[in-house]
């Protein structure tokens, strides 16, 4: 199987739903992950995390970038992190997490898919930087609220991922690349129950048990009411980033649909038949074969 080279661009740490993704993405054999970069906040609080994570999951062979640090942010899992600190990583720290995003892309003989699981200053930089990039690569992202919000809900919301740094998210989104992204539409009705949970949940590898440390301490220490009332003896959180994971190597499972997009000042993913197209995940076609599918990259059975 040729694999296809990625970049991971994530803000593990905020939501648990980016420590799920990773591991899918590990998981993932389609996917040759060349590079995963801390997005927004302390990022390099993030990058220990990763790299602790990285290190119990055997794969230090993957290099972590440390992005742009920005505004302070809601980090809820470095308990987990403990005296872990990005020196001990055996792996390649790049201190310059957005120079990495373009040295990767740009010494790839083949196209890259970027992988954006957070809100978007490194990526918007990276084009900045380099906007050569866009050439050499495409975006898969979870982005953005087109017709349902936040839990199903039928009225579309300035969506997190975007509304942190709209501008950043607007530049990626009118690059002259490929892109795709997951809106709350489809990603955010993603959540195991039931034996898909159970079969997560209590599997004694390392993977798992690392993302059921941390999902613990998620919601044991996060203070934000959207993160609130998921018991994980029971179920997990919803699962937002895995479907932009799934997105970097497949889209037969869901509704693909191109609209003119437009980011609004206030964070709003618009439908302007104005603006350049891009790739949209509307609706499912089988999110149970999905979810299915999810828990065997989650248990490393592909």
């Not at 999951?57 to 992005?67: A, F, K, L, N, Y």
């Not at 996060?222 to 889209?251: Q, R, T, W």
């Not at 999905?290 to 248990?299: A, N, Q, T, Y």
Request: hydrophobic letters at 35%; a negative charge.
């Amino acid at each position: 199987m040729k694999r296809i080279p990625v970049i991971i661009d994530t803000d593990i740490g905020t939501d648990i739903d980016d420590t799920w993704a990773v591991l899918m993405a590990l998981n993932s054999p389609e996917l040759d992950i060349k590079l995963i970069v801390s997005s927004t906040g302390d990022t390099i609080l993030r990058a220990a995390l990763l790299a602790k994570f990285l290190d119990r999951c055997g794969r230090t062979d993957i290099p972590i970038g440390i992005g742009i640090p920005l505004e302070v942010s809601g980090h809820y899992q470095k308990g987990w992190i403990g005296d872990y600190s990005i020196e001990r990583y055996p792996g390649r720290i790049l201190e310059d997490g957005v120079g990495g995003i373009i040295e990767t892309i740009m010494s790839s003989s083949e196209e890259v898919t970027v992988i954006g699981m957070a809100p978007l200053p490194n990526i918007g930089s990276a084009l900045r930087r380099e906007p050569g990039i866009a050439k050499k690569s495409r975006f898969v992202g979870m982005h953005g609220s087109l017709f349902k919000g936040y839990f199903g809900a039928d009225e579309a919301v300035a969506e997190f991922n975007v509304l942190k740094y709209p501008y950043s998210c607007r530049d990626v989104f009118a690059a002259s690349w490929d892109v795709t992204i997951t809106p709350l539409d489809t990603c955010g009705l993603v959540q195991l129950k039931g034996d898909r949970y159970r079969q997560v949940s209590r599997s004694g590898s390392a993977g798992p048990v690392s993302v059921m440390e941390n999902y613990r301490i998620w919601t044991e220490c996060n203070d934000h009411p959207k993160y609130h009332g998921f018991n994980p003896e029971i179920e997990s959180s919803i699962l937002y980033d895995s479907v932009a994971v799934y997105l970097a190597f497949s889209e037969e499972l869901l509704d693909i649909e191109e609209y003119g997009i437009f980011v609004t000042d206030d964070g709003y993913t618009r439908i302007d038949s104005g603006r350049k197209k891009i790739r949209c995940a509307t609706g499912w076609k089988d999110q149970s074969r999905f979810e299915d599918l999810l828990v065997r990259r989650l248990l490393g059975n592909p």
